[in-house]
């Protein structure tokens, strides 16, 4: 590609990357005069190759208008971060290089000052604390003196069998040398996966500000490791959730799946407020300390799938918790006579209306992300109105709600309303913009639209939807298009902003979004009705949405289409290069699964493996040999490898050395076999796990896809990048 071709489309991407992501708010007080709403921010740093963080302030008045707004601060280096209720010190986890060490500290600040730090590696009492999205807590007692976070087990130190000592050790060195136990330094340590790489054993920490001391929790068995501890009203109990670890540890990036409990630890005692046989997090307390809300499902099968809202009562003595909101099996009308399609989302860290009445959360819906009013006394659902865009729910204090609205034309934007109970009948709340609302160039010459699609046909389920996002008009047959399978399986796309996409349709395609069945956001029989079937229907939607597409858009070139996806995305996308060769024309695969029966035992989540298969998946229970040689046959018959004999288009692979969801020899092996058959192909290889997310991977992946895209596909008519000038 010509060298002014390849800066253009640099330079589009240097433009997107300027918007910011919204990530995350917190309402930091509301009295009669004003609110303060603190937000925080991710944006790309091109320059240092990283996605750098920081932080907003913003001052509006009782009537929600902003009044004042400071200068973003930089908080890249603060891993974790917490307040008191009352916001008079805040804690921050920060990494530092101390004497070419790497160190983690708990910093305690008040209104003017560094009041204490604390050097956690020479306090020695855990390993890392834990900041990732699975496990993470970090939060101040109700009295304001502790603060609450999960750590990495501290373990006794090993050495080798025969190691020299040095001579005339003092008295305290021997006691330390009896402390360390012989010949166990290399006994395996099982990590929780994908992207979760050094987390083993995870344990309950609480650091007192008072006395200065650190203390693990006792009490959760062996078996279990908790996760997302929160403070009981009483300064004393702590509930979180704990995973079941024993046999095996398996993947939980994406995976709802796992068997685990709601727990009560209070005086080392440790009691399951949830079932057994379930997999459950975000438990939530009311302002009240009364009730305890989280999210439940049954344990294994698909990864991600529809939940219910569990609702426990503290004060009423009863020993089970009641179902708020069940799983939805296909969709239920609602308050508002609106339809509902369950639950998939998280619930936000503060969820609540001030008199622990109401609940608030957001959750995908067919190809959006809309939210929703939950009564807990009437257990009633009402969707809160919003346009086409989506719409999430990011902090509730003192009944005022922050908001992120998005959709594919518009990056973040920070909103804000007020709930009044009057408002849970018609699901209306006002709001108002916040932050300034960003616009993507020549956005007036683009339209996205949200599409439905039913089969007429005889099968269970039928109906899917996609997203089609491009120009709002052309010639005919004049624009090429990339159609876009998303991963998972179970997952979804929803109308929200996406780099990639953006600079893919900005540079002169369309894409077309496809949630096929087996998607979440349209009941969980939807999401099962995939199993056992994968590499055939949601092979069938794509090739349905290309057409429907080509039918709905007519200025969309039959003759010019891509396909680009990863993951399960990369699966779909290198099946359809094999199964309908002459009908895409290029194909870009991040991390693809290329051949599930290779991919079982080496993957993070085995278990996905049989179960998109639709096979049990307990190592426990003795298997017979023609049992297991029908699932690995079943295996490698639905994956893409049984097709690559047919395979004409040129196709880049984007791989991560470090995937140990799909594992890179995946992708290997799609690359060679196309090789073999003098298929035209590239593979770019990156130390980096399953995303590609890291600053320089993303960069150069996501501009040398577009750029594949548009070695291969000829934009002419509508004076895109290809164009002459």
């Known amino acids: 590609?010509?060298?002014?071709?390849?800066?253009?489309?640099?330079?589009?991407?240097?433009?997107?990357?300027?918007?910011?992501?919204?990530?995350?708010?917190?309402?930091?007080?509301?009295?009669?005069?004003?609110?303060?709403?603190?937000?925080?921010?991710?944006?790309?740093?091109?320059?240092?190759?990283?996605?750098?963080?920081?932080?907003?302030?913003?001052?509006?008045?009782?009537?929600?208008?902003?009044?004042?707004?400071?200068?973003?601060?930089?908080?890249?280096?603060?891993?974790?971060?917490?307040?008191?209720?009352?916001?008079?010190?805040?804690?921050?986890?920060?990494?530092?290089?101390?004497?070419?060490?790497?160190?983690?500290?708990?910093?305690?600040?008040?209104?003017?000052?560094?009041?204490?730090?604390?050097?956690?590696?020479?306090?020695?009492?855990?390993?890392?604390?834990?900041?990732?999205?699975?496990?993470?807590?970090?939060?101040?007692?109700?009295?304001?003196?502790?603060?609450?976070?999960?750590?990495?087990?501290?373990?006794?130190?090993?050495?080798?069998?025969?190691?020299?000592?040095?001579?005339?050790?003092?008295?305290?060195?021997?006691?330390?040398?009896?402390?360390?136990?012989?010949?166990?330094?290399?006994?395996?340590?099982?990590?929780?996966?994908?992207?979760?790489?050094?987390?083993?054993?995870?344990?309950?920490?609480?650091?007192?500000?008072?006395?200065?001391?650190?203390?693990?929790?006792?009490?959760?068995?062996?078996?279990?490791?908790?996760?997302?501890?929160?403070?009981?009203?009483?300064?004393?109990?702590?509930?979180?959730?704990?995973?079941?670890?024993?046999?095996?540890?398996?993947?939980?990036?994406?995976?709802?799946?796992?068997?685990?409990?709601?727990?009560?630890?209070?005086?080392?005692?440790?009691?399951?407020?949830?079932?057994?046989?379930?997999?459950?997090?975000?438990?939530?307390?009311?302002?009240?300390?009364?009730?305890?809300?989280?999210?439940?499902?049954?344990?294994?099968?698909?990864?991600?799938?529809?939940?219910?809202?569990?609702?426990?009562?503290?004060?009423?003595?009863?020993?089970?918790?009641?179902?708020?909101?069940?799983?939805?099996?296909?969709?239920?009308?609602?308050?508002?006579?609106?339809?509902?399609?369950?639950?998939?989302?998280?619930?936000?860290?503060?969820?609540?209306?001030?008199?622990?009445?109401?609940?608030?959360?957001?959750?995908?819906?067919?190809?959006n992300i809309r939210s929703y009013i939950i009564d807990i006394n009437a257990k009633t659902v009402t969707e809160i109105q919003n346009d086409k865009s989506s719409l999430n729910i990011l902090d509730v204090k003192d009944d005022i709600i922050a908001f992120l609205e998005t959709s594919l034309l518009e990056p973040s934007v920070l909103t804000v309303g007020k709930f009044t109970p009057e408002v849970v009948s018609s699901g209306t709340i006002p709001r108002s913009k916040i932050s300034t609302l960003t616009t993507i160039p020549d956005s007036e010459n683009l339209m996205y639209e949200l599409c439905d699609f039913d089969y007429d046909s005889n099968e269970e389920v039928k109906h899917f939807n996609f997203i089609y996002f491009g120009p709002k008009g052309g010639d005919d047959k004049s624009v090429p298009f990339i159609v876009t399978p998303h991963g998972g399986p179970h997952a979804n796309y929803a109308n929200q902003f996406v780099l990639d996409y953006c600079l893919f349709v900005s540079s002169g395609f369309a894409v077309v979004q496809v949630n096929y069945r087996g998607s979440t956001g349209m009941g969980s029989k939807n999401v099962e009705y995939l199993q056992g079937r994968v590499g055939d229907i949601d092979v069938k939607d794509c090739v349905t949405a290309t057409k429907e597409a080509l039918r709905r858009y007519p200025w969309l070139n039959p003759d010019e289409i891509g396909i680009s996806g990863g993951s399960h995305g990369g699966f779909l996308v290198t099946h359809l290069s094999g199964q309908y060769p002459d009908l895409y024309k290029v194909v870009v695969a991040r991390n693809p699964v290329i051949d599930i029966a290779a991919m079982f035992t080496i993957s993070d989540i085995p278990d996905w493996c049989a179960a998109e298969v639709n096979y049990p998946f307990d190592e426990s229970t003795r298997v017979t040999e023609s049992d297991q040689v029908e699932m690995l046959v079943k295996m490698f018959k639905c994956s893409p490898i049984i097709h690559v004999g047919k395979v004409k288009a040129p196709t880049l692979l984007c791989i991560g050395s470090n995937d140990l969801r799909v594992p890179p020899s995946q992708g290997k092996l799609w690359y060679q076999r196309l090789k073999a058959k003098n298929v035209k192909t590239k593979m770019l290889l990156y130390e980096d796990n399953h995303p590609l997310a890291s600053g320089p991977v993303e960069i150069d992946n996501v501009i040398n896809a577009c750029l594949w895209l548009h070695e291969h596909i000829t934009i002419e008519k509508n004076g895109g990048i290809n164009s002459q000038e």
């Open 1 to 367: 590609m010509a060298s002014n071709q390849i800066e253009k489309i640099v330079s589009l991407y240097k433009t997107l990357a300027r918007n910011p992501s919204l990530s995350c708010a917190k309402i930091l007080r509301v009295t009669d005069n004003g609110i303060s709403i603190l937000s925080g921010w991710s944006q790309r740093n091109l320059e240092r190759k990283t996605n750098q963080k920081f932080c907003q302030n913003y001052i509006l008045d009782s009537k929600l208008q902003v009044q004042s707004e400071n200068f973003p601060i930089d908080v890249t280096t603060e891993l974790l971060s917490a307040s008191t209720e009352d916001e008079q010190r805040r804690a921050v986890l920060r990494q530092a290089v101390v004497e070419n060490s790497t160190k983690q500290f708990i910093e305690i600040w008040d209104k003017q000052r560094l009041v204490k730090n604390y050097d956690l590696t020479a306090l020695d009492v855990h390993g890392d604390v834990y900041t990732d999205s699975e496990f993470a807590s970090f939060e101040w007692s109700p009295d304001k003196t502790k603060i609450l976070y999960i750590a990495e087990k501290k373990l006794p130190k090993s050495e080798p069998f025969y190691k020299q000592k040095p001579l005339n050790k003092k008295d305290k060195e021997k006691k330390e040398e009896d402390e360390v136990s012989v010949g166990n330094e290399y006994i395996y340590k099982a990590h929780w996966g994908e992207q979760l790489i050094g987390k083993h054993r995870p344990v309950v920490a609480v650091l007192d500000t008072t006395s200065d001391t650190i203390s693990a929790l006792s009490g959760i068995p062996d078996e279990l490791s908790p996760a997302q501890v929160l403070w009981m009203k009483d300064n004393q109990g702590v509930v979180g959730v704990a995973w079941k670890h024993e046999p095996r540890h398996l993947g939980l990036i994406a995976c709802t799946n796992r068997l685990s409990w709601i727990f009560l630890l209070k005086d080392g005692d440790y009691k399951k407020l949830s079932s057994d046989g379930c997999a459950v997090r975000c438990p939530r307390l009311s302002p009240d300390g009364r009730y305890l809300i989280w999210l439940e499902r049954e344990a294994g099968g698909a990864h991600h799938n529809a939940h219910r809202l569990m609702h426990f009562d503290f004060e009423t003595g009863k020993q089970k918790a009641d179902t708020l909101v069940d799983i939805v099996s296909t969709n239920i009308a609602i308050k508002n006579t609106e339809q509902f399609y369950g639950l998939y989302g998280r619930l936000p860290r503060r969820c609540w209306s001030n008199d622990s009445q109401y609940i608030f959360l957001s959750t995908p819906q067919q190809n």
